[in-house]
């Protein structure tokens, strides 16, 4: 099982990035996703969530608006498209694995090693 | 939004001694808490899940216990590579999912 995200980087207030994942060892299309991110020296905080067909998302209110999550499950793909960039979406982004534990979903079972988003002029 | 409150923000323990680590959640969330354990420089991986059910290949001296709002998660035997944060995660109810600060176990 492997989650290795891509497309991180260096990126001006207001601009935009692309984030990959690319999914391998499970059947992609049967779980939720989610990218999760880390500030430098902080905390984990969940950014978006996107179900097996990619029908229902949720997102954390300070990226509504700015942030898409979508998937491909015939690349085994997941991808954030994230507009509008400020300072404060510098983070590490991981891709995560959603797990169900007696029929509630939500933990994250396994991780991508993240790709930095620097948001700087 | 649950807001999760780890405490202490760090704990200093010596090698082979017992951590505790607690979690507080806003509300109820019934025993649908996760615990993760993140070393630097690496992804988190996933400890406990229904707030004591230890994930597959997680040695026996990490437990977790509590349900409702109220959850500990305890370290036997502390090793040196036990050394390092321990996030813990709500999923009964969201959006949005919500971690705590994290506790930062130190050797002392």
């Known amino acids: 099982v492997q989650l290795v995200e891509s497309g991180g980087g260096l990126v001006q207030p207001g601009g935009s990035l692309r984030l990959s994942c690319a999914a391998s060892?499970?059947?992609?299309?049967?779980?939720?996703m989610s990218w999760v991110r880390q500030a430098p020296g902080k905390g984990l905080e969940w950014v978006a969530n996107?179900?097996?067909?990619?029908?229902?998302?949720s997102y954390v209110d300070s990226v509504k608006g700015r942030f898409t999550i979508s998937r491909d499950n015939a690349k085994n793909s997941l991808y954030l498209d994230m507009n509008s960039l400020r300072a404060e979406d510098t983070a590490v982004y991981y891709c995560?694995?959603?797990?169900?534990?007696?029929?509630?979903?939500?933990?994250?079972?396994?991780w991508g090693h993240g790709t930095l988003v620097t948001v700087s002029s | 939004e649950i807001v999760m409150t780890q405490s202490p923000a760090t704990l200093s323990v010596s090698p082979g001694e017992r951590a505790t680590l607690s979690c507080r959640a806003s509300?109820?969330?019934?025993?649908?808490l996760a615990w993760y354990q993140q070393k630097p420089g690496q992804p988190p991986r996933l400890l406990i899940y229904?707030?004591?059910t230890r994930a597959t290949g997680i040695p026996t001296r990490f437990s977790g216990s509590g349900s409702g709002a109220e959850f500990t998660l305890t370290i036997s035997n502390l090793q040196s590579d036990d050394f390092a944060v321990y996030y813990c995660?709500?999923?009964?109810?969201?959006?949005?999912?919500?971690f705590g600060g994290g506790t930062k176990v130190v050797i002392k």
């Open positions: 995560a694995r959603v797990t169900a534990h007696i029929g509630t979903p939500g933990l994250f079972d396994t």
């Open positions: 060892g499970f059947t992609f299309s049967s779980y939720w």
């Open positions: 996107i179900k097996q067909g990619g029908s229902e998302k």
């Open positions: 509300q109820t969330v019934s025993s649908n």
């Open positions: 229904g707030a004591s």
């Open positions: 995660q709500q999923y009964n109810n969201w959006p949005p999912l919500t």
